[in-house]
């Protein structure tokens, strides 16, 4: 047994370094000098951990589904959260 596909999902909305600067007065150029981080990802209201982890099993599926040409019972999936 091996790994031969994984998966992942992002968020689409973004929050940038400006939002910080309004709450704690870090600025943009502060933050990034430290950690590199221009911009972070931010669920949507209806997202959660469980409809995001369905969005990476299905991207993942989908890789692991053409590695084994298709093959549903050549498939196994490890979960981790």
């Known amino acids: 047994m091996f790994i031969n596909a994984t998966g992942f999902y ?9 939002h910080f600067l309004e ?6 150029e502060w933050i990034e000098q430290r950690t590199g981080i221009h911009t972070r990802s931010k669920a949507k209201e209806e997202e959660n951990i469980n409809t995001m982890s369905l969005e990476a099993v299905k991207d993942s599926s989908q890789i692991a589904l053409r590695y084994h040409g298709g093959r549903l019972d050549r498939l196994r999936f490890v979960f981790s959260l």
């Open 23 to 28: 709450l704690s007065g870090l600025t943009s």
């Open 10 to 18: 992002v968020p689409e909305e973004r929050v940038d370094n400006q």
